[in-house]
């Protein structure tokens, strides 16, 4: 008998240190922050300047599949890091990353 991937999940996760099944951190026992622990790295998107679609950086995705624009990968005012799927301004500087939406066509 077939165990069901989820009843895997949990036995997987019940060996991790500090689980306590919910998945959330638990500061209490000195979880870092979702996102945040040794080592992760601060999730990376690129956007497309014309219709604001973000692909993360691991898709390694050149060219928007909607509309050809080329993906900007960081901000073209201060190249800060695009750190947010949603973003429409840089979080750096606050440029509109939507305002070169013919930026890399030709």
Known sequence: MRTS???????????????????APDPAA???PLGRGRGSA???YHLCPRCGRATPEAALEAYCP??????????PACDAPITSP????????GHD???DGDLGEG
């Open 97 to 99: 990353l939507r305002a």
């Open 86 to 93: 949603f973003g429409r301004y840089c979080t750096r500087c």
């Open 5 to 23: 991937s989820a009843a895997s999940t949990r036995s997987a996760l019940a060996a991790v240190p500090g689980w306590r099944g919910g998945g």
């Open 66 to 75: 909607n509309d050809g624009t080329r993906l900007l990968a960081s901000c």
């Open 42 to 44: 601060e999730a990376r």
């Open 30 to 32: 000195g979880d870092p």
